[in-house]
């Protein structure tokens, strides 16, 4: 496949919800996100694991767990309390419109006085096989800065402002806290430089106007 140079491969990410309005309200009083979320009406069904996680990568456990604090009073669910791991300290949470959210930090313990900054917004795809997925991307013009195998991709975001990265599907439900199985709609689409397609396991990108 040819690729434009000269194509954008910003991401942008619109959920598809029942009411756009009042989920955009939602969400600015649980997270304060801004413009780096979008919303569109919809009601296509779903059931399930939709097969992703929104993740806010952030500085400190403080964020996280005001972060946590304001989602919950916002009217999310807890799937996993915030807690050490190997890897930091992290949440799990789900939107009232059933969206997952993970709110992490590489960080153990605070390193500054607390701030709700976000430093990143990463769309985690559980896909069915990450080397194929990684590859039909690569294709459609986006650079993989990070690859593990079959375990995990990530792909360069420069001034994107979501990051996206490919994990097994199996291993991104284990991640939220939820079973496996789940049909129908993802409620989720992407929107960039990189054309109008669906993906191999059903995610819906649409050209940037």
């Known amino acids: 496949m040819e690729i434009n140079a ?13 009411d756009p309005r009042a989920a955009a309200a939602t969400y600015e009083a649980a997270f304060g996100l801004g413009d780096r979320l979008g919303f569109r009406a919809a009601a296509t069904p779903t059931t399930g694991f939709r097969g992703f996680i929104l993740s806010l990568v952030v500085s400190q456990p403080s964020t996280v767990d005001s972060l946590v604090g304001t989602a919950v009073d916002a009217g ?5 309390p ?32 607390l701030t709700r900054e ?25 650079t993989a800065s990070k690859s593990f195998g079959g375990k995990y991709a990530e792909f360069a975001k420069p001034g994107s402002p ?14 939220a806290g939820v079973a496996l199985e789940g049909s129908g709609s993802h409620r989720i689409v992407m929107d960039s430089g990189i054309g109008s397609f669906a993906d191999p396991d059903g995610y ?6």
């Open 118 to 142: 976000i430093d990143d917004l990463v769309l985690l795809m559980g896909v069915s096989d990450v080397k194929a997925s990684k590859q039909f991307y690569v294709d459609r013009g986006l």
């Open 76 to 80: 999310f669910t807890v799937l996993k």
């Open 6 to 18: 000269n194509i954008s491969t910003d991401i942008n990410v619109q959920l598809e919800v029942a």
């Open 204 to 209: 819906v990108w649409e050209a940037t106007a």
């Open 82 to 113: 915030a807690k050490k791991s190997l890897w930091g300290y992290s949440a799990v949470l789900q939107a009232p419109e059933g969206t997952i959210w993970k709110i992490a930090t590489s960080k153990k313990k605070d390193v500054g006085p």
């Open 162 to 175: 979501v990051t996206l990265a490919l994990y097994p599907r199996k291993a991104a439900a284990k991640e």
